[in-house]
């Protein structure tokens, strides 16, 4: 088959005390500290087959996002910034849709010619983690498309239960075509329902709400927000191109991200008549401009929902946070607690479209391209159309 692979160059810093278990198995506790000189081309694997619980994937879409342009993010010594557990070279791709093609002897609940999206989170279950019901926090993560090859191949191999249908939304989209590109761009979805739903308490119908940040989780926010009865959704971007789509995805209002975060909470507090905001999401990891915007237009009550990744320390004062019985709220990954079927629902009823913002599509052949349009951060989801 044919694939994107990363490479990359295991050369362990002179000052990183690299153990002999990770000299082995190249897994490194601090990647950045690894790997050097990242690069993709497109190449021939073999064929995967299916273990007992696996299905094949025949793929038909695959998104590109943020953790995927992380790989090419090197320092000056030319190491990767943020190569998490992944282990090179390996294939990318955690936003995946495809069609079953082969199915392992105890695959139980999918045939061939079934449409699925992946759940790109394979835990253990049976951490202790695991078992007290934080699948997103499992100890034994392995994460398709970073630690196991991902879907920018024309076939991936999968757990069965990391796969969920999507044969109905057919009738949605109204062609197999279009399901299977929204299927490549339902985990964002998660992302967001996962934080605002599952991490975050108290969102209620009528709310007022920020966004901060309108890359394909902002936008899967805003349309999480709205259809769930927010009543004033503000989206602050810096990019131009993304204002648009967030206008488009239905926020109330639209403003390029001010890097003083007093001049943005007076935004909030006169859309929303001195009364702040009630959920505000963090989806740009920015969080110098964001948090003290936020903690400064805090409703009562308000859920400061961080998703978006900045290894920033921010000053926060608590103070105002105990004051407003406000919340920070830590957010990440987008499995278990029923979130895949929920979001499947609301996709199906119409309440959610991720195809609104899908802008750019290219061949697997042109991955690089893809990167590249990707890197610009100008627009919204990037995908890679490979077998539909
Ligand atoms: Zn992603
Ligand atoms: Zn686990």
């Known amino acids: 088959m044919k694939a994107a692979i990363i490479s990359a160059e ?18 490194a506790r601090v990647g950045s500290s690894c790997w050097k000189h990242p690069s993709a ?27 995927d342009l992380h790989f090419f993010e090197t320092d000056g010594d030319g190491y990767m910034q943020y190569p998490g557990m992944a282990r090179f070279p390996s294939v990318p791709g955690h936003e995946v849709s495809g069609e079953v093609v082969a199915t392992g002897a105890g695959v139980k609940y999918l045939k061939p010619g079934d449409l699925v999206c ?17 699948p997103n926090q499992c100890e034994n993560l392995d994460d398709v498309g970073f630690t196991m090859n991902g879907g920018c191949a024309e076939l991936l191999k999968v757990p069965e239960s990391n796969c969920w249908k999507i044969n109905h939304l057919v009738a949605r989209f109204g062609s197999k075509a279009k399901t299977l590109e929204a299927g490549a761009v339902i985990e964002p979805f ?10 975050a308490a108290r969102i209620k119908p009528g709310a007022y709400a920020t966004v901060f940040g ?40 639209v403003h390029d991200a001010n890097a003083d975060p007093a001049a943005t909470a007076a935004i909030v507090m006169a859309a929303t008549e001195g009364a702040g905001a009630d959920v505000q999401v963090e989806c740009a990891g920015a969080f110098n401009s964001s948090l003290p915007a936020m903690e400064a237009c805090a409703a009562n009550g308000s859920q400061v929902v961080v998703i978006g990744r900045d290894p920033a320390r921010v000053p926060v004062f608590l103070e105002s946070y105990q004051v407003k019985k406000a919340n920070i709220v830590g957010a990440m ?8 079927p929920n979001v499947l629902r609301m996709m199906a009823a119409g309440l959610l479209d991720p195809t609104l913002f899908i802008t ?29």
């Not at 497109?42 to 299905?55: F, K, S």
């Not at 990954?333 to 895949?340: I, L, P, Q, V």
């Open 10 to 27: 295991w050369s362990p810093r002179p000052d990183y005390a690299v153990t002999p278990e990770e000299n082995r198995t190249h897994m």
């Open 118 to 134: 992946l759940d790109d989170m394979v835990c253990c279950h049976k951490c202790e983690a695991c078992r007290r019901g934080f």
């Open 360 to 388: 750019d599509r290219f061949p697997l052949d042109d991955f690089n391209g893809a990167l590249k349009t990707a890197q610009s951060r100008q627009g919204g989801k990037v995908l890679l159309k490979i077998g539909g």
């Open 214 to 253: 309108a890359g394909s989780i902002g936008l899967a926010v805003i349309q999480l927000l709205r259809a769930t009865g927010a009543t004033k959704v503000l989206c602050f971007e810096r990019n131009p191109g993304r204002r648009a789509l967030a206008t488009k995805v239905g926020a109330h209002a």
């Open 190 to 199: 998660t992302v967001g329902y996962n934080a605002l739903f599952e991490c």
């Open 41 to 67: 081309a497109v190449a021939t694997l073999p064929d995967p087959t299916p273990g007992p619980d696996d299905v094949i994937l025949k793929v038909a879409a695959a998104g590109l996002c943020g953790s």
């Open 333 to 340: 990954g987008n499995t278990g607690h029923g979130t895949y």
